[in-house]
C-alpha cells in the first residue's frame, strides 16, 4: 500500500489494530514520533532497552510473560535515534517470538538501502512475512517533500489500513507517486543511492573519528549506515544543562528524553545526525558538544 509518508502510516496502524489500553513494545531508545502516535491511541508503550546488536531477548521475554504486546515497532537497520543494527540471530529470534505470542512486527526500514559498510542482513519481513508489517519510504533516498512511503504486508491488514487511509485523505498524493515512479522509471534510483551513500559514508567516518578523539568519555554504537550516531554522556550530566551550555556554543541538541518511553533514561543521551554537515563541520560539532560537557561537569 502506498501512503503519504511512511510516518502516518504509525497512524493508520494506531487506528486499524490498536485498542486503548493495548500494549505496543518500541525499542529503548527509538523514533520519538513513534511513541507519540502509540500514544495519541491509548496505548500503553513499552520500552525493550536497545544493544548494539538489538533488542535485549531476555528483557524481552520477561515483558512477553508479564504483558504480550499488540505489536512491536522496530527499526533494524541502522537504527533512529542509536544507529544499531539487529544481529542476525536476534532478528531470527524476533521472528520466532512473533510467530510464538501472536504480535506483529512493525518493521521500520527506512535507512535499508543506506549502508555504508558490511553486507545487508535479512530484514523481518523475509524473516516472517506472516507477521510482518514492512514501512519505508522515499524521504530518504529521493527528498521527504515528495511525501511517498509505503507499507507491505498481510493483505487482510492492509485491506483495514488502507480504508482508513481513504476515510483520512480520500486518496493519496498521486502527484507525488507520479514523481516518483517517473524517478525510478528514468533509472534515476540506484544510482541516487550510490551518489548517497558515497556522501553520508565519508561523513559517518568523520563524526565516529571525532567522538573517538574529543569524547572518549562518552558510549556509542558505532553505525553500519543511516543518518545518526548517538552517544550516551557520563554520569552527572542533565539534557536541560548540557543543551544550554550547548546553544550557547552555537550547537543544537535534541532533547534525548523523548527518544524514551520512559523520558529519565534519556537524560545523558545525545543523538547526533551526520549526514547533513560536511566532515569539517562534524568535527567542529562534537568539538562544542565535548566543550560544552566539560563546562556541565566542571
Ligand atoms: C524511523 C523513521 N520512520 C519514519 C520516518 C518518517 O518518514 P516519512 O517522511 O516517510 O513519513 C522517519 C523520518 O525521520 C524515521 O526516521
Redesign the pocket.
Known amino acids: 500500500m502506498v501512503t ?5 502510516v ?1 497512524d493508520f496502524v494506531g487506528w486499524a489494530l490498536v485498542e486503548p489500553g493495548d500494549t505496543v513494545y518500541v525499542e529503548a531508545p527509538t ?1 520519538d ?2 511513541i507519540t502516535l502509540f500514544r495519541r491511541h491509548r496505548a500503553n508503550v513499552v520500552g525493550i532497552p536497545l544493544h548494539a546488536d538489538g533488542p535485549d531477548i531476555e528483557a524481552l521475554e520477561a515483558s512477553l510473560r508479564r504483558q504480550p504486546p499488540k505489536l512491536f515497532y522496530v ?1 533494524v537497520d541502522f ?2 535515534p542509536s544507529g544499531a543494527t539487529a544481529s542476525l540471530q536476534k532478528r531470527r529470534r524476533l521472528a520466532d517470538l512473533a510467530e510464538q505470542h501472536g504480535f506483529w512486527l512493525l518493521e ?1 526500514a ?2 535499508r538501502p543506506l549502508r555504508y559498510r558490511g553486507e545487508a542482513l535479512p530484514s523481518l519481513y523475509e524473516l516472517a512475512p506472516q507477521r510482518t508489517l514492512q ?6 533516498q529521493i527528498s ?1 517533500g515528495v ?3 509505503y507499507v507491505v504486508g498481510d493483505a487482510a491488514v492492509l485491506r483495514r489500513l488502507a480504508k482508513v487511509a481513504e476515510d483520512t485523505y480520500i486518496t493519496p498524493n498521486l502527484i507525488g507517486q507520479g514523481i516518483v515512479y517517473e524517478f525510478c522509471r528514468r533509472g534515476w534510483l540506484d544510482p541516487q543511492l550510490e551518489r548517497l551513500r558515497a556522501l553520508y559514508g565519508p561523513r559517518l567516518e568523520a563524526v565516529c573519528e571525532a567522538l573517538r578523539q574529543e569524547l572518549p568519555q562518552a558510549e556509542w554504537v558505532e553505525p553500519d549506515g543511516g ?1 545518526f550516531v548517538s552517544v550516551t554522556l557520563p554520569a552527572g550530566v542533565t539534557s536541560a544543562a548540557l543543551r544550554q551550555a550547548a546553544s550557547e556554543r552555537g550547537l543544537v541538541l535534541s532533547d534525548g528524553r523523548g527518544f524514551f518511553p520512559t523520558p529519565a533514561e534519556g537524560e545523558r543521551f545525545v543523538r547526533l545526525p551526520f549526514c547533513a554537515l560536511t566532515p569539517e563541520q562534524l568535527r567542529e560539532g562534537v568539538r562544542r558538544l565535548a566543550d560544552a560537557l566539560r563546562a556541565v561537569t566542571a
Open positions: 503519504n509518508g511512511s510516518l502516518q504509525l523514533y514520533r513513534a527499526i537504527q533512529n521500520d527506512p535507512y514501512l519505508s519510504s522515499f524521504t530518504k521527504p511525501r511517498v512511503g543518518f
